[in-house]
């Protein structure tokens, strides 16, 4: 299959490793273009696949038959919409990202859209990327056009398992909202890895019990304990990792906080729902960024301003 990867930070990197150990025609898309772009997969197993690849490749993007997305929620917007007018109609997109409400911000496209929501583990040094743990990968429609295509999970599934095709994906992304909007914002607040949340449970149940109020409006039958539960599991299941908004905030970054406490918001306000706990987190959050980008703007100004 002719696929293309549009953004090859770690998620991307460990597609198109298993992408290209299936024998498929992948291609990159890199944010400025270059010749080639050489990277390297170390498998949780150790394994080490290293490979060159072509990048922005425009006609091999005319003649595509995949575009898997593994941008951040805020790159993409500005990252797909160049793409659209050269990918086919009947194309596949495939936004595999952590958070919601990056396709309220898309126009209506033609191609058949999914979303993916994955748990599979990734991180980048600068000279490897090393896939941490094996993840399941749920996979489902965002438009009409898409509702039928549940044979690329199957596809995807061959390279790199597990991946099954969901219906209702909007449940999905949910439940893995509510998971990133605790344990990431609480990780900032206490600069903490994942595991040291278990010291401040009170707050997790907090927090549980104001996403639940959201999710039952949208229709999605959940309530606090099970939330708690699976945030818990995460939580013990990651002990030792560092969240990736955690990550961001140390590395100056902007985070995905719109598009997971920001989005739950927005949805709470339209409901006529006030949820402090993710207020306090979300504003602390953008303080964090902002006093970054302040002191970048700082930093670059001449002396005289
Ligand atoms: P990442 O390593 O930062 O990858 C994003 C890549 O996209 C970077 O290489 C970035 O380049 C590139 N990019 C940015 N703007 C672009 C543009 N306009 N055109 C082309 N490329 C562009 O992030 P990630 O960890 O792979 O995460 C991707 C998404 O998957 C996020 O939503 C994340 O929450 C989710 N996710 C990640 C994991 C994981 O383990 N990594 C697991 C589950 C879900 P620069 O770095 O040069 O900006
Ligand atoms: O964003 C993250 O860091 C991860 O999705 C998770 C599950 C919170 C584990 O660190």
Redesign the pocket.
Known sequence: MKITV?????????WLSALIRMGHDVQG????FAPHFRFQVVSPEQDSFSHTLSVNDSHKLQQCELLLV????Q??P???L?LISLLPKKCPIIL????LGVVDELPQLTQPLCHA????????TPTA?FH?GW?FTQLGPLNSAAASLSDLAKILHQALPDVAWYDDIKTSAWKKLAV?AVINPLTVKYHCQNGQLMDVLSEVTLLCREIALVMNREGIHTDDSQLFESVVNVIQATAGNYS?MLQDIQAQ?ST?VD?ITGYLLKRARCFGLNLPQHTALYQWIKQQESDYASDTLRTTLPSSW
């Open positions: 549009l953004g090859c930070g770690a998620l991307g990197q460990i898309w890199l944010k400025v593994t941008l951040k929620a790159q993409l500005s990252g797909l160049p595999m990202h952590n958070g929501v994955t748990t599979q583990a990734a991180y980048r990327t941490k993840g990133n990736s970054r995905e598009y």
